[in-house]
């Protein structure tokens, strides 16, 4: 008798969220059919693409977290960002942004599962060997760094910013299994203090090569996937440790940007003679951050550009996908380095000058059209949406690791969809192969608590 109610429970329920996925569809769909109609008469005002892209984060926060995160992502760094470093909006994107952003939302609506949502996958136990390899890995990319063989300099130098070969992997490992390392330590409990000091370490290490983002998105990767895999009765779930960690990370966001802006300064001027400002105070400094998440400039060049004009290979899907092969298997395969040669395609700049984007959003809409943003957001949403939903209730390495993978997607803005599947990829296959190892290796070093 208590079975036969608890079906019928379970079947009310999900006739419950069926309805609501049908009308939160049927209202994404209503907006944009909207868009397109008005925006002939007019341009869209910042505040209404706004409301379209909290209306999209309301719509998917009980089917998937990471798409949520995705979306208020998108209205960080295509909305609040450019009104605190520019003063104003940028209405030439709008259509471009609210494409992606209702397109996600929907790919997350019907793929996502809001019965999982309260649950958490089961990291596997987290041994001295793992900690030993994680630091071996971040000590490879430091002296790397240091080396000019890995960053800034090495981009102005050698017009590549990243080494090859053996370096190369380690220095690609160093990020995703730190982070998979402190998960795996904040939900046994084991080695807390030591992963949360190599987190630290890493995002420093991250930014000291130049790139002063790199540290701070990685502090936020990370935050992410602990939301997907800490328990809601774990310790470090309650508001005292919450803010801990928060003013922790803060403070090391903050010292991550200002060496970041550092390292990039001191690169300039020794290889480049130009001198520029180490540190900038007060408004400045806001401006100064908010100006380097602002994305919008970025695609507005991609808009410029129109997806009907003569196509540099660089940024065809062509060329992208040639990164998915792996390099034993083809050794002579052309070095990418996607931010220096979108550099010289779009912005005239000179080999190894900079680096720049066109947004995640602006890559598909280069190549595919409108048609093709909408399309490539909607399978964007439904990757995250359904990866969650798949990996929540499961335990073992392979959910915890793609729940690193996925939480890098949900904030991938800068660099084109194939390539962030394939750096997503890459990290969950390091990540993974370096724990096996360290496995082993604490067969040989002893576990401590």
Not at 27 to 35: D, G, I, M, R
Not at 175 to 192: D, K, M
Not at 279 to 302: P, W, Y
Request: glycine fraction near 8%; aromatic fraction near 8%; charge should be positive.
């Amino acid at each position: 008798m208590a079975h036969s109610e608890n079906l019928e429970v379970g079947r009310r329920n999900s006739r419950f969220w069926d309805l609501g996925r049908a009308i939160w569809l049927l209202v994404l769909a209503t907006v944009f059919a909207a868009t397109l109609v008005l925006r002939e008469y007019f341009e869209v005002p910042s505040f209404v693409l706004f409301a379209i892209c909290l209306l999209a984060s309301v719509a998917t926060w009980r089917y998937s977290l990471l798409a949520t995160v995705c979306l208020v992502w998108i209205i960080v760094v295509f909305l609040i960002s450019p009104m605190i470093a520019r003063g104003t909006g940028n209405s030439n994107v709008a259509l471009l942004v609210i494409a992606w952003v209702l397109a996600v939302a929907c790919g997350a609506v019907l793929l996502g599962d809001p019965r999982v949502r309260g649950q958490s996958p089961v990291c596997p136990e987290p041994r001295m060997g793992h900690l030993v390899l994680a630091a071996s890995c971040v000590l490879v990319q430091a002296v790397a760094t240091l080396q000019g063989s890995l960053g800034v300099a090495a981009q102005l130098s050698g017009g590549v910013s990243s080494p090859t070969g053996a370096v190369g992997y380690a220095v690609s490992a160093a990020e995703p299994i730190t982070a998979l390392l402190l998960l795996c330590c904040l939900q046994s409990g084991r080695l807390v203090s030591a992963a949360l000091a190599l987190t630290i370490v890493e995002a420093l290490v991250l930014s000291s090569s130049g790139f002063r983002g790199q540290g701070v998105v990685f502090l936020v990767t990370v935050a992410i996937s602990l939301s997907v895999v800490l328990p809601r009765d774990s310790v470090w779930r309650s508001p005292r440790r919450i803010l801990m960690l928060g003013l922790i990370a803060g403070l090391a966001a903050v010292v991550a940007f200002a060496l970041g802006t550092g390292a990039k300064s001191l690169a300039a001027e020794s290889i480049q003679g130009q001198a520029s400002v180490f540190l900038l105070s007060g408004d400045s400094i806001v401006q100064t951050v908010f100006g380097r998440l602002d994305a919008s400039q970025f695609l507005e060049v991609a808009a410029r550009w129109g997806h009907d004009g003569d196509l540099p290979w660089v940024l065809s899907w062509q060329s992208q996908v040639s990164v998915l092969v792996p390099r034993p298997l083809w050794p002579d395969k052309p070095l990418a380095d996607y931010g220096n040669q979108v550099s010289i395609a779009l912005f005239g700049a000179a080999n190894g000058q900079n680096s720049n984007s066109i947004t995640n959003i602006g890559s598909v809409f280069i190549e595919f059209g409108l048609v093709g943003v909408a399309v490539c957001g909607f399978l964007w949403g439904s990757v995250l949406a359904f990866g969650e939903r798949w990996l929540r209730p499961r335990k073992g390495l392979l959910p915890v690791v793609l729940t690193v993978g996925l939480s890098t997607l949900a904030v991938s803005v800068e660099t084109a969809p194939i390539l962030a599947i394939a750096s997503a990829t890459l990290s969950i296959v390091l990540a993974g192969f370096v724990w096996v190892l360290g496995s082993l290796v604490s067969h040989l070093v002893p576990a401590t608590r």
